[in-house]
């Protein structure tokens, strides 16, 4: 049987599920596309080629596997896009949740099939069908659970609304050992740089007590200050609006000290260096494309 259990978002990482990005399908229609990131590079002519993806994919499994990370990539599905891996499914502690997906995005599911049937089945939680999560709203965070969602009203209007209060209420009913934290995000199906496709999108924990922040992405004053209290301002990365919409909050955690990141993420990456951090500088900018980056494309199955 696969072990798996993750308990934060830094631990040191022993497995994951890396996306890949071959016969990905090629550029979609603009009715097919669901991020306005998407669209905006169908648009204008330049939505990332499938060579390039697979190239910038190769070079983040090698990061990941000379750091000891055992790399396991899904099963290919002709003509779907499987690079986002974090979304379709996510460990919390010792059990594999099954979520419910966007619509368009369900035949993912078969790529991974392979890795949960090695799941012990105890261990594997199907969300109740009247609920939506997607793993890049999920954060555990030690004693914490972040979660990003949004409203009714916001859920039913908005197509990159992908996780519903129902959602939220489950995971706080599956892990009662957690307090879950859920914080409403800002959306927009037409304006990439003013839509929190995913909390990671606008938040992620580093290290052992630090955290990148976008405060534009969070549509409630106070879950911004919450977070700000929580980990303390001087332990804050604030990131500005177009560095969230080049997805900056989106690098990746190999352990509590690496950190994988985007080689044009300058300010950033030299930040994280003046705090201590090994920067494993990689490029994915053609990913960022399609309105994810590192984080996104990983599904953590076990961390220390």
């Given at each position: 049987m696969l072990k798996i259990y993750i308990n934060n978002e830094t631990s040191t990482l022993k497995s994951v599920v890396l996306g890949v990005a071959d016969q990905f399908g090629g550029t979609p229609s603009l009715e097919a596309a669901y991020d306005p990131k998407?669209?905006?590079?169908?648009?204008?002519?330049k939505f990332p080629a499938e060579e390039d993806m697979i190239m910038e994919m190769t070079g983040f499994a090698r990061i990941l596997e000379r750091h000891g990370v055992e790399v396991y990539r899904p099963s290919?599905?002709?003509?779907?896009?499987?690079?986002?891996?974090?979304?379709?499914?996510f460990v919390i502690d010792d059990k594999?949740?099954?979520?419910?997906?966007l619509e368009k995005r369900v035949r993912e599911l078969e790529g991974i099939q392979y890795i949960t049937d090695q799941i012990n089945p105890g261990q594997l939680l199907k969300?109740?069908?009247?609920?939506?999560?997607?793993?890049?709203?999920?954060?555990p965070w030690n004693e914490l659970l972040f979660v990003g969602y949004s409203n009714d009203e916001d859920f039913?209007?908005?197509?990159?609304?992908?996780?519903?209060?129902?959602?939220?209420?489950?995971?706080?009913a599956q892990f009662p050992n957690r307090e879950v934290k859920a914080f409403e995000l800002n959306k927009s199906d037409v304006d990439p740089k003013e839509n929190a496709l995913h909390l990671d999108c606008c938040f992620q924990p580093i290290g052992t007590n630090q955290a990148i922040i976008y405060r534009g992405?969070?549509?409630?004053?106070?879950?911004?200050?919450?977070?700000i209290h929580y980990f303390g301002k001087e332990r804050i990365i604030e990131v500005d609006r177009e560095e969230m919409y080049a997805m900056n909050s989106n690098v990746f955690s190999i352990s509590p000290e690496v950190i994988v990141s985007e080689k044009s993420f300058v300010r950033l990456n030299d930040i994280l260096r003046e705090r201590g951090f090994q920067v494993e500088e990689t490029g994915y900018m053609e990913i960022a494309k399609m309105e994810g980056l590192l984080r996104c494309s990983t599904l953590p199955l076990l961390r220390e």
């Open positions: 998407s669209k905006e590079h169908i648009r204008n002519g290919l599905v002709k003509d779907c896009n499987q690079i986002f891996s974090r979304d379709i499914g594999f949740v099954r979520p419910n997906i969300a109740p069908d009247d609920t939506r999560i997607e793993g890049g709203d999920v954060m039913n209007k908005y197509e990159v609304a992908r996780t519903n209060k129902a959602g939220v209420d489950y995971l706080h992405g969070f549509k409630r004053p106070e879950d911004y200050q919450f977070l």
